[in-house]
């Protein structure tokens, strides 16, 4: 049983299914990738994951619990950390403030949590007294991810982190991504550029129409010819 796992999910929204009988999971401190076509389903499945959309069938299971019925926030108390792909920076707010906000369910000292965001994302301690709005989009989705971190999360689902960014700031995002999963933390993230994403992942799995084609590790999915042809260009 996986650390983080959505059993054969079938949902979506209103009366329309968009996943059909879709498993996918992820360890502690493992990245696992969600790849396939424009509308097979893959932010929805994570989605799911999370609580944002009604299951007809299916169960998600979190560190031995069934968290099938918990609402998001409930689910962010259990330890899990969300960062969608759009829309997930308050623009007015500064750095800083925006990784206060992540830190909202926390009783604590939050100090520590934040020096290790500045560790991670040096840039953002530089500007941690600018707007987030002024930030390039490179930086922003680092205060997204690092105000998801701000919660002490055991589980980190990310929605397209490097979505519009250069090359060069896609490696270095992926470069952060594996020293965060280094530390223990579950990595569960939904990529475009899937060849880049397989090549960091421990566990892939690639959609169709909502459903499983492919499940493999990120090594043997980057190796298997028909995942190639069809998903990997060639």
């Not at 069934?66 to 259990?78: F, G, Y």
């Not at 971190?149 to 929605?159: C, F």
């Not at 579950?186 to 397989?198: G, P």
């Amino acid at each position: 049983m996986s650390f983080l796992v959505g059993h054969n999910m079938t949902g979506g929204y209103g009366g329309a299914d968009i996943l059909h009988d879709c498993t996918i999971g992820v360890e502690k401190g493992e990245i696992a990738v969600i790849v396939g076509p424009n509308g097979a389903g893959k932010s929805t499945a994570m989605k799911a994951t999370f609580g944002m959309l009604n299951l007809r069938q299916g169960s998600v299971m979190f560190d031995g619990e069934d968290i099938t019925h918990l609402k998001p926030e409930e689910r962010v108390v259990k330890g899990m950390g969300f960062v969608p792909q759009t829309h997930n920076v308050f623009t007015s707010m500064t750095v800083e403030e925006n990784l206060e906000m992540g830190a909202f369910i926390r009783e604590d000292d939050i100090s520590g949590t934040m020096a290790q965001v500045f560790d991670l994302f040096p840039i953002l301690k530089e500007k941690r007294h600018q707007p987030a709005g002024e930030l390039s989009g490179g930086q922003r989705q680092q205060v997204a991810v690092g105000r998801a971190l701000m919660t002490r999360p055991k589980v980190l689902l990310l929605d397209e982190p490097t979505a519009g960014v250069s090359p060069i700031v896609m490696d270095e995002l992926f470069d952060r991504i594996i020293e965060i999963a280094r530390q223990g933390i579950a990595i569960l993230m939904v990529e475009q550029n899937a060849k880049q994403a397989l090549n960091i992942a421990d566990k892939g799995y690639v959609l169709v129409q909502g459903a499983n084609r492919f499940t493999d590790t990120g090594e043997a999915l980057m190796a298997n010819p028909e995942v190639r042809k069809a998903f990997l260009g060639g």
